[in-house]
């Protein structure tokens, strides 16, 4: 008598533990980071890193649909390092030129061993139209809250700050730290002293400007700044609007 074939499903496999697809996922992006520097953002394929990580073509593109999520992830992960070491200084320090010293001191420790990389990456970046710049739609989540952690360095500190400032001041510091980034990227002294030195006697200007910024003598250049800035945000939201 034969016996009855018995259909059955196939063994569902098991999601790896949560560690361990951790790890993949840095290993592979810690391997992109590196054949960005060395090859260049073009020429260093999704297969080529997944060669170089020892990770099959499918499973990197599992954990990073393309290389530019992959740029996010390291966006995301210099935020959080940014986040988590900051925000510590803003809790510790009371004064505005003291918060903001130490947390830009803090931001640029935080990307030194990004260097060699960061120029690689700025070639591409620095495309209006890439969604790797900084000032993209795929980068406003990580933009906003930079944004949100400059507001808190104002917060409560000793400084008056007029009402109509403060709303502007915590996009204009992140301005001004994508500036100071900038010239990090380009400066070839040793060990960036060059930038460490600018940040510093900005960061001295900048806290004296926004202490002076509620006198009366300062209302009238107050004002045509903040004009100046609503303009531009009108006039970038109309060429948004007309594409």
């Not at 054949?35 to 499918?58: K, N, Q, W």
């Not at 320090?93 to 001191?105: F, H, I, P």
């Amino acid at each position: 008598m034969r016996k009855r074939a018995i259909d059955r499903k196939p063994r569902e496999t098991a999601p790896p533990p949560a560690k361990k697809s951790d790890e993949t996922r840095s290993l592979i992006l810690e391997t992109a980071l590196e054949l960005f520097t060395e090859r260049g953002y073009e020429d260093a394929t999704m297969r080529a890193i997944a060669e170089e990580a020892g990770v099959a073509l499918g499973n990197t593109y599992y954990y990073f649909r393309s290389k530019e999520h992959l740029i996010q992830a390291f966006y995301d992960r210099l935020h959080e390092l940014n986040r988590e070491t900051c925000m510590p200084i803003i809790q510790r320090e009371d004064t505005l030129k003291g918060r903001l010293l130490a947390v830009m001191r803090q931001i640029l420790s935080n990307m030194e061993q990004y260097h060699r990389f960061a120029g690689v990456l700025f070639r591409t970046a620095a495309n209006p139209h890439s969604p790797l710049n900084p000032f993209s739609p795929q980068s406003e989540a990580v933009r906003n809250e930079s944004i949100e952690w400059f507001a808190e360095v104002l917060r409560g500190t000793k400084t008056k700050i007029p009402a109509d400032l403060s709303r502007e001041l915590p996009t204009l510091l992140w301005l001004y730290q994508m500036g100071i980034v900038l010239f990090w990227i380009h400066d070839r002294s040793p060990k960036q002293i060059k930038t460490w030195r600018l940040m510093e006697h900005t960061v001295e200007i900048i806290t004296r400007l926004i202490s002076m910024a509620s006198m009366p003598l300062m209302y009238p250049l107050r004002k045509s700044t903040l004009r100046l800035l609503a303009a531009l945000r009108d006039d970038d939201f109309s060429r948004q609007t007309e594409r």
